[in-house]
């Protein structure tokens, strides 16, 4: 892959949202409005632990078998969803083995 001018560094820094909902419309297959839509609601709170990361916009997770998007995550709960592989029953007997102890 070539090196990107500086001239094109220069644009993708100034035009980064701009990019940003290319991104998004082409990973998940989007038109522009609910893509737009998807970039503004990372901008927001965490939809599982209601946290804002303060260094990250947050991660727009989707069922990898379907490609259907599920909501918002910040980085942490998004690295833990991988980890578990999207298992409920394993976050759930996570849950159980911390409270017990």
């Known amino acids: 892959m070539p090196v990107p001018s500086t001239y094109h560094r220069l644009w993708r820094k100034k035009?980064?949202?701009r990019?940003?909902?290319s991104?998004?419309?082409y990973k998940f297959g989007l038109d522009t409005d609910v893509a737009l839509y998807w970039h503004k609601k990372a901008d927001k709170l965490c939809d599982a632990c209601g946290n804002r990361d303060e260094f990250r916009r947050l991660n727009i997770d989707h069922d990898h078998e379907t490609g259907k998007i599920r909501g918002v995550l910040c980085h942490g709960c998004n690295i833990v969803l991988g980890l578990v592989k999207d298992n409920s029953e394993r976050l759930r007997k996570l849950a159980e083995y911390?409270?017990?102890s």
Do not use: F, G, V, Y
């Open 15 to 17: 035009n980064s949202e």
């Open 23 to 25: 991104r998004i419309k």
């Open 98 to 100: 911390l409270d017990a």
């Open 19 to 21: 990019c940003e909902i």
